[in-house]
């Protein structure tokens, strides 16, 4: 953030193109930098919750105790099932 403010105020008391290209230079790094501490810091959030321990809790279902009947076969699929002659 200082970054980007000293670049608003080197550009409002610029006298020179070399002081408008410095100043546009701060406010450009400024911005940069400013984005890619946003990118850090949601990255550490992210590794931060991978580090917490697992709250879900496994619980197996118990055995079927029925069987189920085999699964019927495909009908046959012929001209007169699609409806063409």
Not at 32 to 50: H, K, M, N, Q, W
């Amino acid at each position: 953030m200082a970054m980007l403010i000293a670049g608003v105020i080197v550009l409002a008391v610029a006298r020179s193109a070399f002081h408008e290209i410095t100043a546009a230079t701060a406010f450009g790094l400024g911005a940069v930098i400013l984005g890619i501490s946003a990118v850090i810091d949601r990255l550490t959030d992210i590794r931060d919750g991978l580090r917490q321990p697992a709250t879900m809790t496994f619980t197996p279902e118990p055995a079927a105790t029925e069987t189920r009947p085999p699964p019927k076969p495909d009908p046959e699929i012929t001209w007169r099932g699609r409806g063409t002659r």
